[in-house]
């Protein structure tokens, strides 16, 4: 995947130290993978989540680091690019409506 601006995933690593080693990871899979649809999408990340936001757009969820952090992207199969919306703590998420 072609992902959209990763400096930004360097940002949130240096906000979030314990999630860097993790959030790295997570960007050398994204960056091999060649992902058309969601469930290839979670054949390599087993716990990534799909949901529609208000605009009934979906948007992907990723557990970072032991399930401590959430990042949350959207993915243009078609185009192969994937861009880095949000980043934020479990309980952050929690709290968040995104549906």
Known sequence: MKIIKPSTLVEWAEIHPT???????????????????????????????????GSLKPVFIFNIAGNQFRLIAAIHFNTGRLFLLDFMTHSDYSKETLI
């Open 19 to 53: 999630s860097a080693k993790s959030l790295l990871r997570w960007l050398e899979i994204a960056k091999k993978a060649r992902w058309s649809t969601f469930s290839e999408v979670r054949r390599d990340v087993p716990s990534a989540d799909m949901v529609k936001v």
